[in-house]
C-alpha cells in the first residue's frame, strides 16, 4: 500500500468515528472546534486536506474535563478515550479511538485505536502562565522522560537490533528499560504539578494551547474568535469551526488558503503498525 493509498484509507475510517465524536459530544453538550490542519481542510477543501491522515479538534479545558470524565460511559461500545493516565501513554492531550483497529506509531508503544486528538484550549493569564513559561524545559523534559519511561521494548527487538549491529536503536532500548524507567514516576508527579497551573487559570478574555514539543511558537487567541462556533461542511456532514476561524487560521498558518509546494503535500505521521479491522493488543 503506497502512502497516499494508506492516507485514503486512514479516512475512510476516521469519517465514521468523527461522525461518532461529534454525536457523543452533542449528546453530553460539549464544546468543541476542528483545529490545525483539520479546520484548514473545511475551509479551503470543505473536508480532508487531499494529503491529511487525521483529525484533530480543540476543548475548551472545562469541556475537556468533563470530556475524560465520561471515559466511563463508553465502556461496551465501539469507542474510547485515552489520555496520559492511561498505561502506557504518553502524550500530553486525549484521544477518542474506535475499538475495534489497532494503531502502532512507534515501536514500542501502546497499541490503540484510529483515533481523533483532542487537544485543550486553557485560559491565558500572565501570572498564572509564568511558571510554565519559566520553568518550561523541566516540565517538556518531565514529559519527554515519562514518554520514554513507559515504553516497552521485548528482548526480541533488542537481540535483532544487537545482531544487525544498530547501536543508536540499542542504545535507545536500553535506556528506556535501565533509565528512563527509573524516574517514570517522579516525572509524573512534574507533570501533575504543572498540569494545576493549567487547569486553574481563571477565566480571561484569551486562549492558548500549551505546546511542550515547540514552546515559543505557542499562540495566543482571542476567545471571541472560538465563541460557540459555527457549523460547515466537511465531506457530506458537518463540523462545528470557530466563529473567528479567519483570523485564528491567519494567525496559525499565515495565508492558509494558498497550498503548499508539491513535495509538502504527503502524510506526515508515524504509522509503525496498523490494522483497520481488530485490536490486536
Known amino acids: 500500500m503506497t502512502p497516499l493509498e494508506e492516507c485514503e484509507r486512514f479516512k475512510s475510517a476516521l469519517r465514521p468515528l468523527f461522525r461518532a465524536f461529534i454525536a457523543f459530544c452533542e449528546e453530553h453538550h460539549l464544546t468543541w472546534f476542528c483545529a490545525y490542519g483539520t479546520a484548514i481542510g473545511v475551509a479551503r477543501h470543505q473536508g480532508f486536506i487531499p494529503w491529511d491522515d487525521d483529525i484533530d479538534v480543540y476543548m475548551p479545558r472545562p469541556d475537556y474535563e468533563r470530556f475524560l470524565s465520561l471515559k466511563s460511559s463508553l465502556a461496551g461500545t465501539d469507542y474510547e478515550i485515552i489520555d496520559w493516565q492511561d498505561k502506557g501513554y504518553y502524550l500530553y492531550f486525549a484521544k477518542f479511538c474506535d475499538r475495534h483497529s489497532t494503531l502502532i506509531e512507534r515501536e514500542g508503544e501502546r497499541p490503540m485505536g484510529i483515533y481523533i486528538d483532542v487537544f485543550t484550549l486553557d485560559y491565558y493569564h500572565p501570572e498564572y502562565s509564568r511558571p510554565l513559561m519559566k520553568h518550561n524545559t523541566l516540565y517538556r523534559n518531565a514529559w519527554i522522560v515519562y514518554a520514554h519511561g513507559i515504553r516497552r521494548h521485548s528482548w526480541r527487538a533488542f537481540a535483532q537490533s544487537f545482531r544487525q549491529r544498530q547501536w543508536g536503536r540499542v542504545g535507545l532500548i536500553a535506556l528506556d528499560a535501565c533509565v528512563f524507567r527509573l524516574f517514570t514516576w517522579p516525572a509524573k508527579q512534574i507533570i501533575k504539578r504543572y498540569l494545576k497551573y493549567l487547569a486553574n487559570t481563571p477565566a480571561s478574555d484569551k486562549y492558548w494551547q500549551y505546546n511542550i514539543i515547540d514552546f515559543y511558537s505557542r499562540k495566543i487567541y482571542d476567545v471571541a474568535w472560538f465563541g460557540e462556533g459555527v457549523k460547515m461542511p466537511f ?3 458537518e463540523v462545528m469551526m ?40
Open 235 to 237: 465531506e457530506d456532514f
Open 242 to 281: 470557530p466563529v473567528g476561524y479567519d483570523p485564528y487560521l491567519t494567525l496559525q498558518y499565515g495565508d492558509y488558503m494558498q497550498l503548499p509546494p508539491a513535495d509538502k503535500q504527503v502524510p506526515h505521521h508515524n504509522h509503525y503498525f496498523v490494522d483497520f479491522e481488530r485490536r490486536i493488543d
